[in-house]
């Protein structure tokens, strides 16, 4: 019996506002438990809200990125829960009238291009941050991120893996980030997703019992969650046991490598919404929407182009580097300097992004700047070192901040390209090497490049390759004659 799995998303995006939605506290990461609140975010009785302009603004920058319409007229609505994370008991949101509605996102799948629809994109404020101590009889409260302000992406169920959710989810965020409309900061919390999915025989029309998987916060975890759950709802059909299937909300244990259960999942009656009585409606016209146009900045499709263009970049390190606004900023930077743009990218999607993977770090925090990378690329291309010392070295200036010239003198690193030391070496190699000048004399040519292993590990990896192989030929044929 074959199966196919149906994905839509939910992804929750922090605007990039000094303040929040309805009130002046700061939206600032990192602050002390609980420091960015007042009466308004903390929902004390007696207080009025006042929505923050930005956040309309950067709504519908979000909305014309991503294909959507703008609603000229949209509204704020209160969708009633009681959970301690926040504290008015109802989270201020839009329903029926959303600020965007539609929209498509188009993504690479299997080397196609598909386009996966939206359904629409609202705006709503973020809820507290739970901290269960372990062991203890009590939960602990951060009220810092109420009230920050988010912008709720859904999409329609069309997509139909966990690789084309995340291919998805990469391709949000890029738009995200290059049009300034959020930071994005996955670690932090500021891009998040819910995800919905359900299984159903191929063929088969309508959409069967989902599960919502609660606030992955990475790539990776996305990926994990929506395989194991899809796993585990095709074995429940295979076996029959397809009622176990329940409307509700799920989280990835990663412990575990499953999805558990947590709740089950409410429908949007549940919530009760109704306007928010303390909220004018908000009323977009033309003009502010051509201005807010006007201003979004070469966005990832634009970008991709250009990389194509000017810098002859293949399909796939193009889609490496403009993936990550910062990564791709980089780029452009090395090449600024005079460095080759196929060297940089070959630098970029190798060692830089490996070593960013081991020390869990983002591309804008890579250590070696620009010029550093470019120097030492420069240094590579004028012989001094060869390219596998270079990685060396490279990976030494990740690690320490150290320039390339510095770590390559402490370490005697150095290229050797002087052929009156090379001539010796080469010489003593082929005296203790005969058998390998009889193996070409007998038409087996590999044994060429034994003696040529044998010079870079004598001079341990610091011939200059061409130099040593320029005079190892010349040598040769003298022997071979």
Same mark, same amino acid.
């Given at each position: 019996?074959?199966?196919?799995? %149906? ?63 703008? /609603? ?7 969708? /009633? ?57 009590? @939960? ?97 059909? @295979? ?24 709740? @089950? ?123 596998? %010392? ?73 011939? /200059? ?17």
């Amino acid at each position: 019996m074959s199966f196919e799995t %149906v994905i839509g998303l939910e992804i929750h995006a922090e605007l990039n506002t000094k303040s929040k939605i309805f009130c002046s506290c700061s939206t600032a990461f990192g602050s002390k438990p609980n420091a960015n609140t007042c009466p308004i975010c903390l929902g004390i009785p007696g207080t009025l809200p006042v929505l923050n302009e930005e956040v309309v603004n950067l709504a519908i920058k979000a909305g014309t990125s991503l294909n959507c319409e703008i /609603n000229k007229l949209n509204k704020m609505d209160r969708k /009633n829960y009681f959970y301690p994370d926040l504290p008015k008991a109802y989270q201020t949101s839009q329903f029926d009238l959303p600020i965007c509605k539609g929209g498509h996102v188009d993504i690479e799948v299997d080397g196609s291009m598909k386009q996966i629809r939206l359904n629409r994109i609202h705006i709503e404020e973020d809820a507290g941050k739970l901290i269960h101590v372990e062991h203890e009889p009590v @939960s602990l409260i951060d009220y810092n991120r109420v009230g920050v302000p988010l912008i709720e992406i859904v999409t329609e169920p069309d997509m139909r893996s966990a690789e084309e959710a995340v291919s998805f989810l990469r391709a949000v965020k890029a738009v995200l980030e290059y049009g300034e409309i959020s930071d994005c900061r996955m670690e932090q919390g500021s891009f998040r997703c819910d995800a919905n999915i359900s299984t159903r025989k191929v063929g088969q029309d309508v959409l069967n019992t989902k599960v919502e998987i609660k606030n992955i916060n990475s790539f990776k975890e996305v990926l994990k969650a929506l395989e194991k759950e899809e796993k585990r709802q095709r074995e429940l059909y @295979s076996f029959g046991e397809e009622y176990k299937i329940k409307q509700e909300t799920r989280r990835f244990d990663t412990a575990k490598g499953k999805t558990v259960p947590m709740r @089950s999942k409410e429908d949007a009656h549940d919530y009760r919404y109704f306007p928010e009585p303390d909220l004018v409606p908000i009323i977009i016209s033309d003009a502010q929407i051509e201005g807010i146009k006007a201003t979004l900045p070469e966005m990832p499709t634009q970008k991709k182009e250009r990389f194509t263009k000017e810098y002859g970049l293949s399909d796939i390190e193009v889609a490496i580097i403009i993936g990550d606004k910062a990564l791709s900023q980089y780029y452009e930077a090395v090449v600024a300097l005079g460095a080759n743009p196929k060297i940089a990218a070959n630098w970029l999607q190798g060692d830089v992004l490996k070593l960013l993977r081991e020390k869990e770090l983002e591309a804008n925090s890579i250590p070696v700047t620009p010029k550093a990378l470019y120097e030492l690329i420069k240094i590579i291309s004028n012989g001094k070192i060869s390219i596998t %010392v270079g990685k060396e070295v490279f990976n030494e200036m990740f690690n320490t901040g150290k320039s390339a010239d510095t770590i390559i003198n402490e370490k005697g690193l150095s290229q050797i390209s002087d052929t009156g030391e090379l001539e010796k070496i080469i010489a003593g190699i082929l005296d203790t090497n005969p058998n390998s000048i009889a193996d070409i004399k007998a038409g087996k040519l590999q044994a060429a490049g034994f003696l040529m292993g044998q010079v870079m590990k004598a001079t341990k990896g610091k011939a /200059n390759p061409q130099v040593a192989k320029e005079l190892l030929d010349v040598r040769l044929k003298e022997r071979l004659n």
